[in-house]
T-cell receptor, first 114, second 114 residues
């Protein structure tokens, strides 16, 4: 049963426009979320995170919004650049044995068109 | 380069053979994680080490899988009697060891079982 869902497998956006990637989760106990970006033949790279005590976190062109009541978060990239083309994974932290494991969504492939 | 490294990057093997992968974490990180990613899915947690102690194993880790981190530095993941269903990308990540800390991923080892 998928606890973290990314329902859009792919997204195409024109360069300079806004990219919005969505993520839904089912476990109301999740209280920390991350976005990772993955290029082909590379491991996932940390992008941005948000704690449930916030509803927004911003880092340069990247902003993550969290709606706890809807169990929904989104990543906004503005302006989008061709180098942003990658697969984006949403992840939630689940406590385990003194640390946290990541529960990943299935990913959204973003293509930014020049 | 002081990131997480994994070897080999690619491994092709015949069904029934044993394979071993190696992960070298970022040097000051005491937590090490193994994940598996299959096509169209996000990474799935397999196991986790705090220094040399293996503290959690996912139910995905059948008895054909074994992981070690003998000196609390590098780790190995061995798969015995490989099956075609083991074909996947095996990702290693490490983290510093504070609550909710960010995991940094290696480039992965892609296993193909023929």
């Amino acid at each position: 049963d998928q606890q973290v869902k990314q329902n859009s497998p792919s997204l195409s956006v024109q360069e300079g426009r806004i990219s919005i990637l969505n993520c839904d989760y089912t476990n109301s106990m999740f209280d920390y979320f991350l976005w990772y970006k993955k290029y082909p033949a590379e491991g996932p790279t940390f992008l941005i995170s948000i704690s449930s005590i916030k509803d927004k976190n911003e880092d340069g062109r990247f902003t993550v919004f969290l709606n706890k009541s809807a169990k929904h978060l989104s990543l906004h990239i503005v302006p989008s650049q061709p180098g942003d083309s990658a697969v984006y994974f949403c992840a939630a932290l689940e406590p385990t044995s003194g640390t946290y494991k990541y529960i990943f969504g299935t990913g959204t492939r973003l293509k930014v068109l020049a | 380069d002081t990131g997480v490294s994994q070897n080999p990057r690619h491994k092709i093997t015949k069904r029934g053979q044993n394979v071993t992968f190696r992960c070298d974490p970022i040097s000051e990180h005491n937590r090490l994680y193994w994940y598996r990613q299959t096509l169209g899915q996000g990474p799935e947690f397999l196991t986790y080490f705090q220094n040399e102690a293996q503290l959690e194993k996912s139910r995905l880790l059948s008895d054909r899988f074994s992981a070690e981190r003998p000196k609390g530095s590098f780790s190995t993941l061995e798969i015995q009697r490989t099956e075609q269903g083991d074909s996947a990308m095996y990702l290693c990540a490490s983290s510093l060891g504070s609550a909710g800390d960010t995991q940094y991923f290696g480039p992965g080892t892609r296993l193909t079982v023929l």
